[in-house]
């Protein structure tokens, strides 16, 4: 028996690999299917099964195309009912792999069709589970996502909560637990670092799993806190309900070398995505474009802030990245990237053509830098601004900037800044595209601002803003 995880840290998902006597079982593959094609290549396997948990909502799962590729059969949990062939399965319906055993069982909550995935080895050991957004390290999924149900979000959390009791808390404490995201995915609130466990661990530490809890408690601790999900989220969901265009023909199409003619003649109606570095960016860029560099949290940000998942999008890479950057826009639905800047910004710059910056300021230069004409903007989310800010910061979170886009006052200055400077650039660009003027990012964020002990900070949460 074989196990593998594969994890894609922009997406902060975890895909898995299951082998047994020559055949595989793929856990929620992302969109791309070669990291699993070639792995079952290199160890002589064929792919029986491609297993989905429940219908992602933060990524487009790759199991169409790796179903098409291997022969493999997609299988759901129940409830289910996908737009393309796959076997439904039924709970505690057992598949073969070789000479071990996967057993579905059906865990709604995080969505109705939710399900996780118990390895049982060769000797008939409950060895392991996937599962998925059900349960995660130190957290469990939300249960706001569903796509047209017609259950409240506290019937999904009694759902998750009877499911977490009655199918997963009576297994073995040493059975392993593999989840489908660790930290930095939305689809949980504390979630751990760790991307591998046990299941004895997490009944000592997640306070979803405290043997006292009430059904009460839970629905309530479970929902306290939750933020609005990404805007994306229900539209990824749909497209891995409905299916989806074969990622090789995306990369066909849309990993393609643009004149400048090419891009100017595009601009009208295609959004210039920058996504070099946000050091790069403020020092010049094609007016009108916007950052989203990809040594962030791309695909996140670009699934909060794009709105429209047939935007045309025109890319600005570094050399040698255009490729990636196509890649990890299709991993979050972004299909219509139509091509990328041929010698990227340099191409631009170097032919002349107009230019747009961004100033930069230190954080030791910003007390002398304020007066009653600008306005210090806060655009780390509510919590980290609750937990220390400076004196008079406006908060105004960039994952809600497109619902707030007229509020600033248009007069003022806005000296902007997130925790490090990345969050912050994307915001200066988005707002400078908007028709904003006076935009001033403040270089290294507020970890630079906390360093200089003449400014003022306080744990004090002002009057909120938005």
């Not at 997130?418 to 403040?442: E, F, P, T």
Request: proline share 4%.
């Amino acid at each position: 028996m074989y196990v593998k995880q594969l994890y894609t840290g922009c997406l902060a998902e975890a895909a898995y690999y299951i082998e047994s006597n020559g055949e595989a079982a793929i856990i929620d593959p992302i969109r791309e299917t070669e990291p699993y094609t070639e792995l079952a290549a290199e160890r002589g396997a064929k792919i029986k099964y491609v297993f989905e948990t429940h219908f992602h909502a933060d990524f487009v799962s790759g199991h169409i195309d790796l179903a098409k590729k291997s022969g493999a059969t997609i299988v759901y949990g129940p409830t289910a009912n996908p737009s393309y062939d796959v076997h439904i399965g039924s709970d505690n319906e057992e598949f073969k792999i070789g000479n071990i055993t996967i057993k579905l069982l059906h865990t709604p909550g995080h969505t109705p069709e939710s399900s996780t995935y118990l390895l049982i080895d060769e000797n008939g050991k409950e060895e392991a589970i996937f599962t998925g957004d059900t349960l995660f390290l130190g957290d469990v999924g939300r249960p706001d996502l569903a796509i047209k149900s017609d259950v409240t979000e506290k019937d999904l959390a009694g759902m998750l909560f009877d499911s977490l009791r009655n199918k997963i808390m009576p297994l073995a404490d040493d059975v392993t637990v593999y989840p489908g995201h660790g930290a930095g995915s939305a689809c949980g609130k504390n979630m751990s670092s760790e991307t591998i466990g046990t299941l004895g661990d997490q009944k000592k530490t997640n306070y979803a799993l405290r043997s006292d809890m009430t059904r009460e408690e839970f629905i309530t601790e479970v929902l306290d806190g939750i933020t609005a999900p990404p805007q994306y989220f229900p539209k990824n969901a749909m497209l891995n309900k409905t299916g989806y265009k074969s990622i090789d023909d995306i990369m066909n199409n849309s990993v393609k070398a643009l004149t400048l003619s090419e891009v100017e003649n595009s601009m009208d109606d295609a959004l210039i995505l920058d996504t070099r570095s946000n050091i790069d960016f403020v020092k010049g860029f094609i007016p009108g474009s916007i950052s989203i560099g990809i040594n962030g949290s791309f695909a996140v940000w670009v699934g909060a802030l794009i709105e429209d998942l047939h935007q045309k999008i025109i890319v600005i890479a570094d050399a040698g990245k255009e490729e990636e950057v196509v890649l990890r826009l299709a991993r979050v639905g972004y299909d219509n990237c139509i091509g990328y800047l041929e010698g990227g910004f340099n191409s631009w710059k170097n032919a002349g053509k107009e230019i747009d910056t961004i100033e930069s300021i230190s954080a030791s230069s910003l007390k002398d830098r304020l007066n009653s004409t600008n306005q210090i903007v806060d655009v780390r989310k509510p919590g980290e601004y609750q937990a220390e800010h400076l004196e008079n910061a406006l908060s105004f979170p960039l994952d809600y900037i497109n619902d707030h886009l007229t509020d600033l006052d248009t007069e003022k200055e806005h000296l902007i800044h997130c925790k490090s400077g990345y969050r912050s650039v994307v915001a200066a660009s988005i707002l400078k595209k908007q028709g904003y003027k006076n935009v001033v990012d403040i270089a290294g964020g507020f970890q630079a601002i906390s360093e200089d002990s003449s400014l003022p900070i306080t744990a004090f949460v002002c009057p909120s803003t938005l």
